[in-house]
């Protein structure tokens, strides 16, 4: 409650000042680093939280939808896109997300091929605190009834990388 009346009587002092200042960065603390950094402020040219653009290709049949979202406290972004060919009806969806703060990423995506049958999804991570990379891949086939499925970490700091990978028949 107390936040709001502090965030109101901003509001309120910068339309008294009358001037078209740009925004400045907000401080907050970074448990993480245990120090204090800018937050960033919104971004006029970035989409706005929940803009969805739809495209459709009449050669090609294939219909893409895209979303992207903004969270201009946090800083976080995500964007997210999925396409479906009615010719092929071969369907892909992929989404990632980044936050500023903690300087983590992530993306996944998946792809569906109905006339091998394989659907396949996929994921990365980055932490740049630890400066671990990871990633996981799982591909599934019900026609031969082969599944795989692939995990990876690599950290740069102690040259140490592990990996495994399993297939096998349902």
Do not use: I
């Not at 925004?23 to 960033?40: C, D, K």
């Amino acid at each position: 409650m107390q936040k709001r009346f502090l965030t109101l009587g901003f509001v309120a002092g910068a339309l008294c000042l009358g001037s078209a200042a740009p925004a400045a960065a907000q401080v907050v603390y970074n448990p993480y680093t245990g120090g204090y950094v800018g937050a960033p402020v919104v971004n006029p040219y970035m989409p706005v939280s929940g803009e969805v653009n739809t495209m459709h290709n009449p050669y090609t049949g294939t219909t893409t939808a895209t979303a992207s979202a903004v969270n201009p406290y946090t800083g976080t972004m995500a964007h997210g896109a999925a396409a479906y060919n009615p010719y092929t009806g071969g369907a892909v969806r992929t989404g990632s997300a980044y936050n500023p703060y903690t300087g983590a990423g992530a993306a996944g995506g998946a792809y569906h091929n109905p006339y091998t049958g394989t659907t396949s999804a996929g994921e990365v991570a980055h932490n740049p605190y630890t400066g671990t990379t990871a990633g996981r891949e799982t591909s599934y086939n019900p026609y031969t009834g082969t599944a795989t499925r692939t995990t990876e970490a690599y950290n740069p700091y102690t040259g140490r990388s592990a990996s495994y990978t399993r297939t096998y028949r349902r």
